[in-house]
T-cell receptor, first 110, second 116 residues
Framework: NAGVTQTPKFQVLKTGQSMTLQCAQDMNHEYMSWYRQDPGMGLRLIHYSVGAGITDQGEVPNGYNVSRSTTEDFPLRLLSAAPSQTSVYFC?????????FGPGTRLLVL | AQSVTQLGSHVSVSEGALVLLRCNYSSSVPPYLFWYVQYPNQGLQLLLKYTSAATLVKGINGFEAEFKKSETSFHLTKPSAHMSDAAEYFCAVSPYGSSNTGKLIFGQGTTLQVKP
């Protein structure tokens, strides 16, 4: 099992550009989540999904969209990137009371 | 609302000394509590979890944590620090008493430095 995979590992965007952060898991987990990590703030939940076709907002959803068409994939879309979205993004899937995290995507918005 | 507070953003210990990382939580329901470790440029790895069974929880790499309801605490300890323990540690709580919602609330993190 590859676990939770994320692509790309690093991305530079200009303000106003859009992009999609990819996340996939091969553990057949129903629950998937996106977090952003900023210095001194821990991880904050952006969006989460309890199964294919079902998503909901977390603590900091503004500026981000998600969809869940399959159990395996949970992409995060930035519609119009802003410098405030410079961060490290982690995708996670969960089952049996444990969340498994991907390696992260480091995003820099200029 | 549930919340997590980690006391001390930076903790420094000598190799072989006791490690104590503090975590206090706020929850209106019996919580599920977690400690995660993050090594530089990596994702988060679960150290241990409390899910309303034994109050003393043992995890990987010699770490353990004790759930104290009266103090709303879940402090992480290790009797003897090793250089490889240097990392950032996060305490987290699951809303609604169950982690199977894909939601965790994290503390701010504590960076552990281990001096030779």
């Amino acid at each position: 099992n590859a676990g939770v995979t994320q692509t790309p590992k690093f991305q530079v965007l200009k303000t106003g550009q859009s992009m999609t952060l990819q996340c996939a898991q091969d553990m057949n987990h129903e629950y998937m989540s996106w977090y952003r990590q900023d210095p001194g703030m821990g991880l904050r939940l952006i969006h989460y999904s309890v199964g294919a076709g079902i998503t909901d907002q977390g603590e900091v959803p503004n500026g981000y969209n998600v969809s869940r068409s399959t159990t395996e994939d949970f992409p995060l879309r930035l519609l119009s990137a802003a410098p405030s979205q410079t961060s490290v993004y982690f995708c996670a899937s969960s089952a049996l009371e444990t969340q498994y995290f991907g390696p992260g995507t480091r995003l820099l918005v200029l | 609302a549930q919340s997590v507070t980690q006391l001390g953003s930076h903790v420094s210990v000598s190799e072989g000394a006791l490690v104590l990382l503090r975590c206090n939580y706020s929850s209106s329901v019996p919580p599920y509590l977690f400690w995660y470790v993050q090594y530089p440029n990596q994702g988060l790895q679960l150290l241990l979890k409390y899910t309303s069974a034994a109050t003393l929880v043992k995890g990987i790499n010699g770490f353990e944590a004790e759930f104290k309801k009266s103090e709303t605490s879940f402090h992480l300890t290790k009797p003897s620090a090793h250089m490889s323990d240097a990392a950032e540690y996060f305490c987290a709580v699951s809303p609604y008493g169950s982690s199977n919602t894909g939601k965790l609330i994290f503390g701010q993190g504590t960076t552990l430095q281990v001096k030779p």
